[in-house]
């Protein structure tokens, strides 16, 4: 059974590398980054239940954070230009 | 190992080579950057599926985290394309077959994936697993070998995060000092 | 009582994978990055947590699926976050919206 979900999860690893590489825009791209690392995470889950041996979830645990912060390091480059320097203050922003 | 596992240590091979064909395709720096997250992810995977674990760790720390943002950081001091310089296809080709073919003859002589008979087995791990209880007291054998028998080591590590750390802080601390200075000044 | 958490935890993982596969999918074929986006969300919410509630069953109580709850609330929190911060970067980047006239 767990096998089922590691071929869905495959397939759709698949479907997400294809987006990736056609991008068009580095948002798709980003976009696909970032639902390649969920999948990451429920490939590895589902693997340690596939091996009948779960003690490696720290792996998916440690994964589902860095993909966040992964995510939003690069959405803050790509709006701001740079990591480093402070955000100019828009009044509108939330 | 097991026929499931192997196809999934295949097919996450497929995606890795795929992957690293497109970065090199690619023209856009940014996109290559973006690949490489995932392709970091993908390498993850695959040192899970070895059973690796530790290593798949560090991959998740460094590669898809730190090593993104680096590469990021990168570009917005150059630019995201790059100069299109003529290169010799033909040549690199060559060479990468070269060091590839060589590598693989290299791995003919490694024991079988998950062997006893394995030099790693045969060396110290006996002597760790029968009498670290009674040479260091410690139930935990990897604590005992970690911050015993490899106490200088694991010194030097942490000696290297640290400094990794402080380097960091630097870093990024900069910008930080800088958006003070005017407050101080009025 | 054991046939039963199976046979739940067992819908769980295949609608899960239903619902993965699907979102995957629409990543691919929906028209504008909006649109994907709201496809990819379908993923990371609903796909992924069938998934782990569906390996929860399995394990009962124990330390892996403390593990999974972690897993499942942290991306519960980032996910829609990061959409919500991917969605707000390209309307920044002045990204238009596709819209069917």
């Known amino acids: ?43 590895i889950a589902l693997y340690g ?18 993909n966040f912060i992964g995510t939003i390091a690069v959405l803050k480059f790509f709006e701001y230009g740079d990591l480093g320097r402070d955000r100019p203050s828009q009044p509108d922003d939330i | 190992m097991d026929i499931g596992s192997f196809l999934i240590n295949a097919i996450l ?48 720390a460094v590669g898809a985290g730190i090593a993104t943002i680096l590469m990021l950081s990168t570009i917005a ?35 079988r994936f998950g062997d006893a008979e394995a030099p790693a087995h045969q060396h110290v791990a006996l002597r760790y697993l029968q009498q670290s209880g009674d040479e260091i007291g410690i139930p935990n054998v990897v604590t005992s070998v970690l911050a015993s028998y490899r106490g200088y080591d694991t010194l030097g590590e942490v000696a290297v ?14 910008s930080r000092r800088r958006r003070t200075d005017p407050a101080d000044k009025s | 009582m054991q046939l039963l958490l199976d046979a739940i935890s067992w819908i769980c993982l295949l609608s899960g994978g239903f619902f993965v596969v699907a979102g995957g999918i629409g990543l691919l074929r929906f028209p504008d990055f909006f649109t994907r986006l709201h496809a990819a969300s379908v993923t990371d919410t609903l796909g992924t947590g069938l998934i782990l509630l569906g390996l929860m069953l399995q394990s009962g109580f124990s330390q892996a699926s403390v593990k999974l709850i972690l897993i499942l609330v942290f991306l ?3 996910s829609p976050t990061a959409a919500h911060a991917l969605a707000k970067a390209a309307l920044h980047g002045k990204l238009v919206p596709f819209v069917k006239r």
């Not at chain 2, 077959?97 to 002589?109: K, N, P």
Request: with cysteine; hydrophobic share 60%.
């Open chain 1, 1 to 43: 059974m767990y096998i089922a979900g590691i071929a869905a999860v495959l397939v759709t690893m698949a479907l997400t590398l294809a987006r990736a590489f056609m991008g068009p825009t580095v948002y798709d791209r980003i976009l696909a980054v970032n639902s390649f690392g969920t999948k990451t995470v429920l490939i």
């Open chain 1, 49 to 66: 239940y596939f091996t009948g041996r779960p003690d490696f979830l720290d792996i998916a645990l440690v994964y589902a954070l860095i």
């Open chain 2, 13 to 60: 091979l497929v995606f890795l080579a795929a992957t690293a064909i497109a970065v090199a395709r690619l023209q856009n720096l940014f996109a290559g950057a973006m690949l490489f997250g995932i392709y970091s992810l993908l390498s993850a995977g695959v040192f899970v599926v070895l059973d690796a674990v530790d290593v798949a760790f560090t991959e998740a």
């Open chain 2, 77 to 111: 001091l150059t630019g995201i394309k790059h100069e299109s310089i003529p290169i010799r296809p033909l040549r690199s080709l060559l060479l990468v077959a070269v060091v590839g073919a060589a590598l693989i003859y290299g791995t003919f002589d490694m024991p």
């Open chain 2, 161 to 174: 995060i640290f400094t990794a750390g402080i380097g960091v802080l630097c870093l990024l601390g900069g």
């Open chain 3, 76 to 78: 519960f929190f980032s």
